[in-house]
């Protein structure tokens, strides 16, 4: 596409995006119909609620409010049950620059729950800019994209000891004029001070297209921002994803890390050299060669760094292997789409792997280096759905590890818990089956949590010291007893996970 | 547990029937439970012992489209009562090919030269169980919520009940033989002829195996299923019941694997 067709496309986006803007002013989209959030006494008391606005990530419920006094549209963020951000990257960003930053006028983090109060852009983020421009933006514009976009990383990573973003993509760039354009950060849920890195909440939507390959290995650092702001570029100039198919169809989130994890994308979709040269430094695989702001400043004025591609950590043979399962319509080709398979049919999964193994999944793993631990498990005589978590930890470190759709971590079992609580029968099967074939045994070998292994423990002595005084009881009282130890059963999970 | 300690079976207790089944004249299966064969229209055994060295159970069914069924399961489960687990899995292949050989040359004697059995076989060892297979009979493993099929099935598909090999009856038998380690639970296993597996589904059975009843109450809880069914051939169970229990290695032990 031409330069001028792109500027006349910019022109005529223009029109639709106003009147996008007039809609969302006037509230008449379909996410004002449904009101999911009650504002907190504090906020209500203060501002009024307009409407629920589409989340776009699974971290938070967010709305729009009207500050009663001075009438300001201002944009509320709700986090969800156990996810909060990192208190320190708050706390430094509530001080931040507001040139870089979206302003965050309040910020709340105590046990009632945790939530943002932060200015309202009301052209969006640059996702619904650049999509009522086609999803393609003009060179010219695109350099302004980029001027804001490394300025704004350079600032955030220089703040305190330094601050990564971990989830930058277009949905969390936010326009606050376009004329001149001027471009803010938000969205810092994932946020990291550099003393503290974890991996990606599971529940983010949108991000493995953006996200480096060493955050699949749970390691994300500053410079993984600057891959992402790689991929954005690309996007936006391109109008395809990243790591989209070679026609240009997008790929689903599972895939998109496959291929980031395979380094299987590239960028002989950019006509321009100079353009190339720049996204091709920003999205080298490996982060330490990976282009950075010097980098970038230098071709801002003209420069040409080199880029530096350097070894992949994560290496596979070439293989065309496949493995299609009898349990499962999919065919898989990657151990991490296996992993997926796995928890899209749990059941028919594990029916499977309660037998003989599979010979062709045996050959199909074997195809990865790495893949014996799998093998091995497969190989072994243990309960099918032990196999299957800690299958996914290895088949797909950087995935959640699920147990009959529920993520083995606090927050699903969390959920677990209070549908059991609330009388939900299948949910208390699943707990007596987490407890009775050692699920947390299981989940604590491949990941190392103490938590988890403390509570199998726990609960495993609770049942045996439950039984043994149950076994001394008539038979009419201990049918009685075992039932009291089953409905317990919620509550000794609660128990076992508490803080010693 | 220390990190030397392994898993290993202590003690089993197993139950089985075969039966000819209301529309038969004869029972061509057979059931072996250690050194013990049932055979004829109805018989029931049970089994119980400590592990302490190789015990085999096997349920055996003879092809019935042939003359000679009947006593080709019989030789069979001679052959699997005497059986014993190899130090070689590799040896397994040679071992039938010999069984199966035998039962060729003694069907040629008797004028039944194409008389042959399929049978399903656990073989359990204090460390290691050994499934073992040919033709249509199977082994399940109750593994947690799921039954497991350790088996292979020998046939051509599953619409026909003809199967590609049997013992005695097939030249260069290729037996199914998949070995594996004791798990981390007691173990609950499943032999059955087609009589069986054909008649009754995957989730009764699993249902039945799953209760918390001795191996006898099962296998009579699994006959008696049966009897809410159409029964069209013989049809024979066995089920396993291995206790294990973790074991320090002995003095002069090193780690195992």
Known sequence: MSDKTRIENATAGKTRRETELTRRETGKTSASKTRRLLLPKEVSSRYEYLYDLPASGGEADVALLKDKETKQLLFFKFYRAGISPDPMAMLLLRSADPKHVVRLIDFHDEDDGTWEIQEYCQLGSIQDWASSQEGRLAKETLVDVLKEMASALEYLHGLGSGIAHRDLKPANVLVRSDDPLDLVLADFGLAKSQQTFSHLTTMAKGTWHYSAPEVHFKVSTPKSDWFSLGAMLYELYTGTKLFSMADGTEVSEDDARARCLAGNYSTTSIDDPRWKLLIDGLLVWEKDNRWGAREVGEWLSGGSPAVQEGKRAYTRRQTTAHYSPIWSPDVASSPIELATLLRNNWKSAANCLAGRPDQKLIDFLEEFPGCQKAVRIIEAGDNPEVKMVKLQAILDPSGPILFRGYDLNRNGLNDIVSLAHSGDNEAMAHLIDIKNHRILKAYSEVTGSKSAARADYLLDEWEKQGRALIAKLPQRQAEIGRVALREALPDMFVAAFEEE | ?257
């Open chain 2, 1 to 257: 547990m220390t990190s030397n300690a392994k898993r290993v079976i202590a003690q089993i207790s197993a139950a089985g029937f075969t039966d000819v089944g209301p529309s038969r004249s004869h029972n061509q299966d057979a059931i072996v439970l250690g050194t013990t064969i049932g055979l004829g229209d109805h018989a029931i055994l049970q089994w119980s012992g400590l592990c302490e060295e190789s015990v085999t159970f096997a349920v055996v069914d003879g092809m019935g489209g042939y003359d000679g069924g009947a006593e080709a399961a019989a030789l069979v489960a001679a052959a699997m009562a005497r059986y014993k687990m190899p130090t070689d899995l590799s040896a397994t292949v040679e071992q039938f090919r010999n069984i199966s050989n035998r039962v060729s040359e003694a069907g040629k004697a008797w004028g039944a030269p194409k008389m042959g059995a399929a049978f399903a076989a656990l073989c359990l060892a204090k460390e290691s169980l050994l499934f073992l297979n040919v033709g249509d009979c199977r082994a399940y493993k109750i593994n947690g919520n799921y039954l497991g099929q350790m088996s292979v099935d020998d046939r051509i598909s599953t619409e026909t009940s003809a199967i590609t090999q049997a013992i005695g009856g097939t030249n260069n038998i290729d037996p199914h033989a998949w070995s594996q380690n004791p798990g981390s639970e007691n173990e609950r296993y499943l032999l059955c002829s087609d009589g069986i597996w054909g008649t009754l589904s995957q989730e009764t059975l699993l249902r039945i195996c799953r209760e918390n009843v001795t191996a006898i109450d099962a296998v009579n809880r699994i006959w008696n299923e049966m009897q809410n069914h159409e029964i069209t051939d013989n049809f024979s169970a066995l089920i396993i019941d291995a206790i294990t229990q973790e074991e320090e290695p002995r003095q002069g032990e090193g780690r195992v694997r």
